[in-house]
């Protein structure tokens, strides 16, 4: 059975009559057309709806008259279209009218391949990117906060130091004159921490580290703290970096990458010696020593959440990395666990959202 649309046939031959460049011309019109959408919607997105919206009149303006005309040729003078009987006002009219429709027709297909870039290019900037928590736990003085910070700048995601929480609320049970060793003060501490004041320089250096890991021992202190930490890494959209001791283990058992940093005892206490001696507060090698080693057996020798790896985490040791080789080798570690495609993604998700802004 043939075709049943009007003029089908007529098409139908035209098509078949084609050459391919004249067949590859409408297509390299559409494919430029979409280019042009796409870049346009990237480049100004108000312009470009304004141009769509134009696009979409002008196309009505001309096809709907056409598509009348045509119309009432095909239902009242069929034989027109035929061209038998038919004055050559009529076949003019007619020809106009078929003008008219085609050109109403491209402009149309036009104006839907312009409207397909615009919607190619929202599609493409609004593809979620990855969402990637990246856990980083390690001793003192073992680089991971540096490192941390780093990988966090490098992906443009937040990034939290939870070892401050623990320091802020020894600062506080301190404050209130109470010792670091009472319980239901750290607890109250741990309760109200005001979160602003984390960027109280007061909070760095190791004696602060030290009253930190006293309370940290605490494990309603542990409990208070950890929905904060939970909901720092569950509501940011892109992720998050977290660096401390249970952050693998407890707070984020389920994030995508962990990495155990380690270096040596005297690796560590070399760098914390120097950075005493950048203050210029005079202190003894061992006596820095010492003090990590004791730090180091308290955070680990803890009932509750001690510092530990977790199984599925990736060691780095930093003892031999300067802060760029470090940085460098755990670039590789997760690039290693999520693939570059995924790392490529990040990268893009950032880039974008900087754009955005
Ligand atoms: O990372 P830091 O040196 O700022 O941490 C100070 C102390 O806080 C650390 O010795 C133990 C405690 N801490 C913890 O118990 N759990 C964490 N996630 C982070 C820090």
Same mark, same amino acid.
């Given at each position: 059975?043939g075709?049943?649309?009007?003029?089908?046939?007529?098409?139908?031959?035209?098509?078949?009559?084609?050459t391919?460049?004249?067949?590859?011309?409408?297509?390299?019109?559409?494919?430029?057309?979409?280019?042009?959408?796409?870049?346009?919607?990237?480049n100004d997105?108000?312009? %470009?709806?304004?141009?769509?919206?134009?696009?979409?009149?002008?196309?009505?303006?001309v096809?709907? @008259?056409?598509?009348?005309?045509?119309?009432?040729?095909a239902?009242?003078?069929?034989?027109t279209?035929?061209?038998? +009987?038919?004055?050559?006002? =009529?076949? +003019?009219?007619?020809?106009?009218?078929?003008?008219?429709?085609?050109?109403?027709?491209?402009?149309?297909?036009?104006?839907?391949?312009f409207?397909?870039?615009?919607?190619?290019?929202?599609t493409?900037?609004?593809?979620?990117?990855p969402r990637?928590?990246i856990?980083?736990?390690?001793?003192?003085?073992?680089?991971?906060?540096?490192?941390?910070k780093?990988?966090?700048?490098?992906?443009?995601?937040?990034?939290l130091?939870?070892?401050?929480?623990y320091?802020?609320?020894?600062?506080?049970?301190?404050a209130?004159?109470?010792?670091?060793?009472?319980?239901?003060?750290?607890?109250a501490?741990?309760?109200?921490l005001?979160?602003?004041?984390?960027?109280?320089?007061?909070?760095?250096?190791p004696r602060?580290?030290?009253?930190?890991?006293?309370?940290?021992?605490?494990?309603?202190?542990?409990?208070?703290l950890?929905?904060?930490?939970?909901?720092?890494?569950?509501? =940011?959209?892109?992720? #998050?970096?977290?660096?401390?001791?249970?952050?693998g283990?407890?707070?984020?058992?389920?994030?995508?990458?962990?990495?155990?940093?380690?270096?040596?005892?005297?690796?560590?206490?070399?760098?914390?010696?120097? =950075?005493?001696? #950048?203050?210029?507060?005079?202190?003894? %090698?061992?006596q820095?020593?010492?003090?990590?080693?004791?730090?180091?057996?308290?955070?680990?020798?803890?009932?509750?959440? @001690?510092? =530990?790896?977790?199984?599925?985490?990736?060691?780095?040791?930093?003892?031999?990395?300067?802060?760029?080789?470090?940085? #460098?080798?755990?670039?590789?570690?997760?690039?290693?666990?999520?693939?570059?495609r995924?790392?490529m993604?990040?990268?893009?998700?950032? #880039?974008?959202?900087?754009?955005?802004k």
């Open positions: 059975m075709l049943a649309l009007p003029f089908g046939d007529t098409v139908a031959l035209g098509y078949l009559s084609m391919p460049v004249e067949l590859a011309t409408p297509a390299i019109l559409i494919a430029l057309l979409v280019a042009v959408g796409v870049w346009s919607a990237r997105g108000g312009r %470009y709806v304004q141009l769509l919206r134009r696009g979409v009149v002008a196309a009505g303006v096809l709907i @008259p056409g598509a009348i005309s045509v119309g009432w040729f239902r009242f003078d069929p034989d279209i035929s061209g038998i +009987t038919t004055t050559p006002a =009529e076949q +003019t009219f007619w020809f106009l009218s078929m003008s008219l429709f085609g050109a109403g027709l491209s402009m149309l297909a036009g104006v839907a391949a409207g397909f870039g615009g919607w190619l290019s929202a493409l900037q609004n593809r979620p990117g990637l928590i856990a980083i736990d390690g001793p003192a003085a073992s680089g991971k906060g540096t490192l941390a780093r990988i966090a700048a490098h992906f443009g995601v937040p990034y130091d939870t070892g401050l929480l320091r802020a609320v020894a600062r506080d049970v301190a209130a004159s109470h010792g670091l060793e009472d319980a239901a003060a750290a607890v501490a741990a309760k109200s005001d979160a602003s004041s984390l960027s109280d320089p007061g909070l760095r250096g602060a580290g030290d009253a930190a890991s006293i309370v940290a021992k605490i494990p309603e202190v542990r409990a208070a950890l929905e904060y930490q939970r909901d720092f890494a569950r509501n =940011e959209s892109r992720g #998050a970096v977290l660096d401390g001791r249970d952050i283990t407890i707070v984020c058992p389920d994030a995508d990458i962990k990495i155990f940093v380690t270096a040596s005892d005297q690796a560590r206490a070399r760098r914390r010696h120097l =950075e005493h001696q #950048a203050r210029g507060e005079a202190i003894d %090698y061992d820095v020593l010492q003090d990590l080693r004791r730090r180091d057996a308290r955070d680990s020798g803890r009932s509750v959440a @001690p510092l =530990e790896a977790a199984g599925d985490a990736l060691r780095l040791d930093t003892t031999n990395l300067d802060p760029d080789q470090a940085f #460098a080798a755990a670039l590789r570690l997760i690039a290693g666990k999520v693939g570059t995924t790392m993604d990040l990268l893009r998700c950032d #880039a974008s959202s900087k754009n955005a």
